[in-house]
């Protein structure tokens, strides 16, 4: 009898077998596994298992951060910010109709700041001789003061967004934009980010190249990409809509900021309108992204994050809507590209994380191997400028 379950069992060793082993599922053995059981209909054994291991292990309270884990340590993916493509000098970024100026400092929530905290510093290659893309870090409350989470602003004038398709995420494929980046496209490439859901815990829908994937829900957060590059984030049928210039819909949730300020409800652990697949007070890495007032897109990712902390960082960094992106250490990330000259190939060695491995698993290398399953978006260098009132 024993021999004959395990015969019967073989099929299902050689599946799970072949998930560890998949790097497309995830950095880590856990992350893999827990993968091919919500793939087998074990989605929930997944989520009460993960709400356990992080009500468990919540953030320290108190404390600074090590060196180690603030930007600009050397553990970074890669290199660190230079402050300018290849260390040269940038234009100066004075006031222009053809790019945004540059954000303000951020007010750190702990107190006192620690040198750097809310400071922006040019990340990736110039466009138009200017920093398209600022970073900075910031505490996420003043409770938690030895968590650091990431923040990056890009100037939309300067960049164009690009959704990238996954073989696995969404599936029904084949696509034209999705891993490995194409050197065409390395070549302007600054920035890459990730994603949000699995399709099937978004509780939206996904439209790309003409093709609609998933249909999309009216109320739903939703990152629209137009066919000039620009992008919007708005709830779908009242913030945006469907118009010809619509070039892709990546949906997830719902807003969890909305006119400048953090949706009502967002502490409701019993809520699952901002996702199922863990409780909203839970504190585990996430990322979301944001618009501002003038058109830029803001987006935070780091760990030990609850659901309002997201929403409170995005706000604080000028976000006037805000959805959140994709959650769990393996997916979050958030990566900029800085090649030794104007036209270089962004790769893997010219890559940087937004924050060190030990906050930000996983580097930029994911955007350039076939295997990568996942979506994920572009921010590249336009080649002509528009100017803009």
Do not use: C
Request: overall charge positive.
């Amino acid at each position: 009898m024993a021999i004959g379950l395990l015969v019967l069992m073989t099929p299902i060793w050689v599946s799970l077998g072949s998930a560890l082993t998949n790097p497309a599922l995830g950095f880590g053995i856990g992350a893999r596994g827990a993968e091919w059981v919500r793939d087998h209909g074990g989605g929930s054994i997944v989520t009460t298992i993960e709400n356990w291991w992080y009500s468990l292990h919540p953030p320290p309270v108190g404390g600074r951060p090590s060196a180690s884990n603030l930007p600009g340590s050397g553990t970074a993916a890669s290199v660190s910010p230079k402050g300018a493509a290849g260390g040269k000098s940038a234009k100066s970024r004075k006031a222009s109709s053809f790019y945004l100026p540059k954000p303000a400092p951020l007010v750190p929530f702990a107190s006192p700041a620690l040198a750097g905290e809310g400071k922006w510093v040019p990340a990736g290659r110039l466009v138009d001789g200017v920093p398209a893309v600022y970073t900075t870090f910031m505490r996420p409350d003043a409770v938690h003061t030895s968590v650091v989470d990431g923040v990056a602003w890009m100037d939309m004038r300067l960049l164009r967004a690009t959704l990238y398709s996954g073989s696995y995420i969404p599936g029904g494929g084949p696509y034209k934009y999705t891993a490995p980046i194409q050197p065409s496209a390395a070549r302007t490439l600054v920035a890459a980010f990730n994603a949000g859901f699995r399709v099937q815990n978004s509780n939206g829908g996904y439209f790309t190249q003409g093709k609609m994937v998933l249909p999309l829900r009216t109320g739903a957060a939703s990152f629209v990409i137009y066919k000039n590059g620009t992008a919007n984030i708005g709830a779908w049928g009242t913030n945006v809509n469907m118009t010809p210039d619509v070039v892709s819909v990546r949906q997830n949730l719902d807003l969890i900021v909305n006119n400048g300020k953090p949706v009502p409800g967002l502490n409701d652990s019993y809520s699952t309108k901002w996702g199922a697949v863990l409780g909203n007070s839970i504190y585990v890495s996430r990322s979301g992204i944001g618009i501002t007032k003038n058109g830029a897109l803001v987006y935070v990712g780091g760990p030990f994050l609850d659901i309002t902390d997201l929403a409170n960082l995005l706000t604080r960094a000028g976000a006037v809507r805000a959805m959140e992106l994709d959650i769990n250490s393996d997916w979050v990330n958030y990566a900029t590209f800085d090649p030794s000259t104007p036209n270089g190939l962004a790769n893997t060695a010219n890559g940087t994380d937004l924050l060190p491995y030990a906050d930000m698993y996983g580097p930029p290398s994911r955007y350039f191997v076939t295997w990568w399953a996942r979506d994920f978006f572009t921010m590249s260098a336009r080649s002509g400028l528009v100017k803009h009132p």
